[in-house]
């Protein structure tokens, strides 16, 4: 019997990196998973070694295709978006890697902002506003704290770009991931030379260790020997640009084209929808990024999400099975406990030095349960604003929701309940991987003339899972939006500098 032809989708997120096998009609063929360590301070910093990620690579790619390594055609690798690896003249790592959620780098992106004539005179200019947690306000910490570090960096990678070096041995960069840098252009696709010149002086030195950019339909190249050999992979494999997590959940998800709405309820919260142009929308939370697939793909995070819960959670010495319970049996606005989720600072609302805070206890209302559904509440109000903003005041009418948080039937309801809208799940839970395996699928089409577009391939790959779609019960709606409205009522008292869009 023939063996089929298979595609590989690597997903290496905050807490965890997963992978996925898939066949060419979609069908699952093996999945893995390794969790990440993380290293935390005090100070808003958020590392991680770029081996851990190469480690866990290694573990959840032999789980998966451990058998059929050899049927492999083509890998697609997605990526926490932001992080800055920089590697030496030897392509050696030079130091653990700063993550899209460090907030240590919150002076360093304000004195940027300032360099780049304030923050209208900035989004003019370069067609974003870098926001703390973005790649380049981490290579200006790197000069001032770690000038001796910064005088080797011969290389710049984010995340998946690092993966895919270690991959094949080359290094390339891709729009998607590239415009979380803040030192790409979103409006013409290349690099902003002029942001780094103001980074090392104008010696030049950044502007040459960045990564030439492939388009969608290009590869990175073949996967290495020596990583074919211990993988148990072909050296015909091909590994396709990849991409940001997010540009990743959005082709697992179908949103490659415009309508699509996807929320990701992850260690960051993100919600996004795909455009056919470039959007400069007049609210700077909403990030211009290009898509993986072509296009645009505007985005809010939020930067306090599945975390906040699980450390609610641990509080407590309670587990995620006990949170659907606990929403069940608890009633919205939690008896007017109201939860600022913002442990790690926060990117949106714009704010990397706020701490985290819970309002309005009484007597009565301190309970476990309370706390739980307070947490929960406070993470969806922030991303329901952000919601707000992706869809410039339209009402969202569906749904697709991604995400460890996903797997609770009673955040989903909550959603539900609070937008109106018809929450969706899609059957495959690991959008990420589903979607780097589509994209690997799509340039492995490209490089073997049998082209096809992304809208062909997620019309047949990504299906909903009907079982576990939520309505939107009418009754709930008006206690949600009062609860909202009290969220958004703290968050504006506790931080009046906020000019952010409420409802
Ligand atoms: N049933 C569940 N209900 C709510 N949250 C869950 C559930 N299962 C897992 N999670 C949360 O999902 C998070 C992991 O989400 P994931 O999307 O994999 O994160 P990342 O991509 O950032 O590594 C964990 O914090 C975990 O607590
Ligand atoms: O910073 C962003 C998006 O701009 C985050 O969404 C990161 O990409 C991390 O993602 P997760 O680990 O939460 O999936």
Known sequence: MMKPDLYLGIDCGTQGTKALLIGDDGTAHGRGYAKHDLIERANGAREQQPQWWVDALRTTVLQAAGNDGAQVKAIGVSGQQHGLVVLDENKEVIRPAKLWNDTETAPQNAELVKLLGGKSEAIRRFGILPLTGYTVSKLLWLREMEPENFARVRHILLPHEYLNFWLTGEIFAEYGDASGTAFFDVRTRGWIGEILDLIDGGTGQLKAALPPLLTVDQIVGKVKADVAAEL?????????????????????????????????????????????????????????????????????????????????????????????????????????????????????????????????????????????????????????????????????????????????????????????????????????????????????????????????????????????????????????????????AVLHDQYPELRLATT
């Open 232 to 488: 148990g992979l072909s050296t015909d494999c091909a590994v396709s640009s990849g991409g940001g997590d997010n540009m990743m959940g959005a082709i697992g998800t179908g949103n490659v084209r415009e309508g699509v709405v996807t929320l990701s309820l992850g260690t960051s919260s993100t919600v996004y929808s795909f455009r056919e142009a470039p959007l400069q929308h007049p609210d700077s939370s909403v990030a211009p990024f290009c898509s993986s697939s072509g296009g645009w793909l505007p985005l809010v995070c939020t930067m306090n999400a599945t975390n906040v819960v699980t450390q609610t959670l641990h509080l407590l010495g309670w587990t995620v099975d006990q949170i659907d319970p606990t929403l069940e049996d608890t009633v919205p606005g939690a008896e007017g406990i109201t939860f600022l989720p913002f442990l790690n600072g926060e990117r949106t609302p714009d704010l990397p030095g706020a701490r985290g805070s819970i309002v309005g206890l009484n007597a009565t209302n301190f309970t476990p349960a309370n706390l739980v559904r307070s947490a929960i509440e406070g993470v969806t109000f922030g991303i329901l604003n952000g919601l707000d903003l992706i869809l410039e005041g339209k009402a969202a009418t569906k749904i697709l929701v991604i995400g460890g948080g996903a797997r609770s039937s009673g955040w989903r309801q909550m959603l539900a309940d609070a937008t109106g809208a018809t929450i969706q799940v899609p059957l495959e839970e690991e959008a990420g991987c589903l979607g780097a395996a589509i994209q690997a699928m799509y340039a492995f089409g490209q490089q073997s003339g049998r082209a096809t577009t992304f809208a062909e391939l997620t019309e047949r790959l990504v299906q909903v899972d009907e079982t576990k779609s939520a309505s939107g019960r009418p009754e709930f709606l008006a206690l949600y939006q009062a609860a909202r409205q009290t969220y958004n």
